[in-house]
Every structure is written in C-alpha cells, then in structure tokens.
C-alpha cells in the first residue's frame, strides 16, 4: 500500500525550497502527499529558527499531534531544518513522540532515518557541527548542500522554480541565528547550478530565483585561479533556452558590486529587482547589529543601484525593538523608509535568539508594546510610499509572468471563461488582472488602471475587460501578502 507523507513548512524561500525537495526524494521512493496530517504516515515539520514566534507555531503543532501518535504508535513525526538543528536533543525531551530530527545539512539523509526508525522503533537524530565543534573545513562537509533530482510536479507553479546557489552565511548579524543553523557559507559550482537550470527549463521553467542568504556574497573558487562570482553566474545561465527571468534574493548591502549591477543592467533576462534588507536607519543600532554599514553607506548603495540600473525597484527588511532602539533611532529608520522608495518593506519585531552574540551581549530592553507600535508606525510609512510607488505605475504597460487564477477566483467555484488571475511584473510588483486560465505560465502586457499599497489592477492589453470588484480582491490579497509576510520569513532570509 501506498505510505502517506505530510509536510508543514514554515519560514523562508530556503525551506520551500527544501521541502519541494524533501518530497520529490520520498515520492521517489513510493511516498504519496497528503494535505491532512492525520491520514499520513509520516509527519514532517520544516522548521524555521529566525524569531521566536516560528518554534512556538511548531511546539504546538507537536503537542496537538501528542495523542494521535500514541494511538498510532507506528506513525513517524519528523522535525526538519533550522529548529532541528537548533534545539537538537530539546525538541525530544519537549515532544518525545518526536521520531526523526534532521539538521538542514542533512537532509539528504532523511529517506534513510525514517526506514531506520521503521527498522529499529528508535528515534533518529541527524545533525551538522556545530561551528565551533571543529575546523571550518570539517564543520563545513558536516552541512551539505541538498540538491538532489528536481520534480516538476513538486513545485508550487511549473513555471517558476527556485535555485539554490549557496549555503550558510558567514556574516554573523548579532540578532540572526542563521550562520548557526545553516552554517558557513558555502557556494555551489557554477556548472551544477547551470546544469539545473537547463533542466528546469526543458520542463517547463520559465522563471528562476537564485536563493543564498546573502546571494550577492557568491564566489565559487574554480581552482585555476579564476573565480565566479554572482554576475559571472548571471551571464553563464542567461542563455538557457526557455528561461525568461532571472531574479536572486537575498542580498547584503556591502556586496552589492558594480559588476553585478552592469550585469543586472546588461542581461535582459535579469530582473531590475533587488531585495536589499537594510534592518535599522540608525546607525548605533546597524553597529550594535554588526551590519558592517552606515546608513550613509546603505542610502549611496541605493544611489549606485538606481543609477546603474534605471527603472530597478528595490525592497528591504526591517527590524524594530532591536535591543537599546530609542524613540530617536527609531525616529532614523521612520526616515530612512520615508525617503528611500522601497517597493515594499518586510518589518519585524526584535525576537532575542539564544545563541546569537546580540542576545548575549545585550538586553532586550524595548517593551513588546513598544515594538509593536513601532512596527505598526513603520509600516504605516511604508504602505504611503508602496501607494505612491504603485500610484506611479497606473498608465504604464507591464510585462506580467502570469501564475493563476486569484484566491477569490479559487473560491468563487468558477468552471470556465475569464477569471481574476495574478501575476508579477520583472520588478516584482503583484499585478492582478481578468483574463482565460490558458494564460496562466504565459507573460502577458497588462495596462495598470489602479493600485492599493499592495497590488496593481490592469487589463491585458489584448484581452476584453470584465466586471469584477476590485475592492473585494485588493482587501483578499493585501490579507494574503500580510499572511505571507509571517510564513516568508526569509525573502531569504
Ligand atoms: N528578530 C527579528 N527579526 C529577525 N530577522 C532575522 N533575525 C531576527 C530576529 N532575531 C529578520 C531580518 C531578516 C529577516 C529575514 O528576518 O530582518 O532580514
Ligand atoms: Fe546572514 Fe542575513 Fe542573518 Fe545577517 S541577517 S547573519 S546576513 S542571514
């Protein structure tokens, strides 16, 4: 009989990327997916450690899932990537009904530790070094970068994919628990990573997003002296047949050269978009967060970008309440936002991580309604300046890769004829539209007649128009880019 595997995912585009992964391996080896956990035999949690809130999502997914193991004793639980790395021997004694715990740099491994737990009725624990457990070439063989066969059928859209182009990160922000959970950085070979990319056009793939957790820190050491780094890598996928765009998330400020801004600029494939966190306008707080900028820094980094590459559209990550945050640093990033353009902006409320230097060194001194409201205000000045960003684009044609029919499109029960699709432009603006469901994979020229802070509304530039609420739609999706905002912790992070 066929086995039933259920997967939860949580945090970023890393971990969506695994668990597609994760169940291309299991199904290969005779796994079909469920949508309910309790019809599986094996359930597996992808884990994220990047804010408190993220564990405490998966402690009581566990804990509801306490009794129906012990009903169901032959069920396998699994508990996958950062947290698992993270906590380790704390999830068992948390949730001991835990069967498999396994580290991001050993997934590779998971299809064997759940037939061992199937063989023995022992819990299995699968994990990297710890980076101070050993040399750096040890602990980095310890994190292996998990890239095994691709299913086209695993993906959210058979038209887009990501691509993992390196592992780990080696900046050591004091407040991120990353470069502990995913370890050192590490850059695949350029040549594996064409390689997938061919392969993810010859089925079917469209668009490709390069994933490192800073993506514009790649350098691959090609052993004769030379060496790739992310522009080099530009160029050598840019001509894969049936690829029409190119974009990478995430990237650190200071990495952002002028090679890979002409490369940007010069290859056409290659999306004008770039996700560039900035984290704090105020320049006590970036030192305190060891971002190895000033604010100065980062607005001439935004200067360079928008010369170099005219037309790009730029977004960030931001976190209030970082521990000794006055009213008047905070004030610094209220006016960062205010003045700098962002598309968008991801804002998050300070989480102290054991583990990090910052929750070592200092005290997580800003009260939770403080960042709160701190989190509120900025986004408030965000969502102005994503309005007038978005209000500046009504009366312009744009070039929309189409990726279904909307949510409301979905629930409407509709059968056939043209529906509400969704789709993003090449600088990642969500465009929603009416059209037929045969568009969905195309890009389509769509004419923006409104926006919301969140959304622009157009008509395919050759398709006949049709009455829709556009106020029900803008409400439904802006609820569904705030959702997505907790779930994607990332944008890689
Ligand atoms: N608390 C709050 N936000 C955090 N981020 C990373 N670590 C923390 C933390 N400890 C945010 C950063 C990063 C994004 C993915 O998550 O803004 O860019
Ligand atoms: Fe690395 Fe980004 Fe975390 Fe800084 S915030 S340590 S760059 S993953």
Not at 60 to 70: D, F, P
Not at 144 to 156: C, F, L, T
Request: hydrophobic letters at 35%; glycine letters at 6%; charged letters at 25%.
């Amino acid at each position: 009989m066929t086995r039933k595997l259920y997967i939860e995912t949580v945090g970023c585009q890393m971990n969506v990327l695994d668990s597609e992964l994760v169940v291309g391996s299991l199904r290969r080896q005779g796994y079909e997916l469920t949508h309910e956990p309790t019809e599986a035999d094996v359930i597996l949690f992808n884990t994220c450690s990047v804010r408190q809130h993220a564990e405490d999502k998966i402690y009581s997914a566990l804990g509801s899932l306490r009794s129906h193991k012990k009903r169901y004793p032959s069920k396998i639980i699994g508990v996958l990537g950062c947290m698992a790395q993270k906590d380790q021997e704390l999830i068992r004694r948390r949730a001991p009904h835990v069967d498999v715990v396994c580290g991001t740099g050993q997934l590779a491994r998971l299809p064997e530790l759940i037939a061992e737990v199937e063989r023995t009725g022992k819990p299995q624990l699968a994990l990297s070094l710890d980076r101070k457990a050993a040399a750096r070439p040890e602990v980095e063989r310890s994190f292996e970068s998990y890239d095994p066969m691709r299913d086209p059928s695993m993906r959210p859209s058979r038209y887009q994919a990501y691509v993992r182009i390196m592992i780990g990160c080696d900046k050591f922000c004091t407040y991120c628990i990353v470069p502990k959970v995913r370890g050192p950085e590490q850059s695949r070979h350029p040549e594996h990573i064409a390689t997938e990319v061919r392969q993810l056009a010859a089925e079917g793939c469209k668009e490709v997003t390069l994933l490192g957790q800073t993506v514009n820190s790649y350098k691959y050491d090609l052993g004769d002296g030379r060496r790739s780094w992310l522009s080099d890598l530009l160029a050598r996928i840019h001509d894969t047949a049936g690829i029409e765009r190119i974009k990478f998330i995430t990237n650190f400020p200071r990495d952002m050269s002028d090679d890979l801004l002409d490369a940007i600029r010069e290859l056409p494939k290659v999306c004008p978009y770039l996700h560039v966190p900035a984290q704090s306008g105020c320049n006590e707080v970036l030192k305190h967060m060891k971002r190895l900028y000033t604010v100065e820094y980062y607005r001439e980094m935004l200067a360079r970008c928008r010369e170099r590459v005219p037309g790009v559209a730029i977004s960030s990550d931001f976190i209030v309440g970082f521990c000794g945050e006055t009213e008047e640093s905070f004030q610094r990033s209220c006016d960062l936002v205010a003045s700098a353009g962002f598309k968008n902006s991801f804002i998050f409320k300070y989480s102290p991580r054991p583990g990090t230097k910052g929750d070592e060194l200092y005290v997580d001194d800003v009260p939770e309604e403080v960042k709160k409201r701190r989190n509120n205000d900025l986004l408030a000045i965000q969502n102005e300046v994503s309005l007038a960003d978005h209000l500046a684009r009504v009366g312009q044609t744009v070039e929309v890769l189409v990726e279904g029919p909307s949510k409301t499109a979905l629930k409407s029960g509709w059968t056939s004829g043209p529906i509400q699709l969704t789709g993003r432009t090449r600088t990642d603006h969500i465009v929603v539209f009416e059209g037929n469901e045969r568009l969905v994979g195309q890009t389509v020229q769509v004419v923006v007649e409104e926006a919301t802070a969140f959304t622009l509304f157009g008509s395919v530039v050759t398709n006949e128009q049709l009455g829709v609420d556009r106020k029900v739609v803008a409400e439904q999706l802006d609820a569904k880019a705030l959702a997505g905002r907790e779930r994607m912790s990332l944008p890689l992070l």
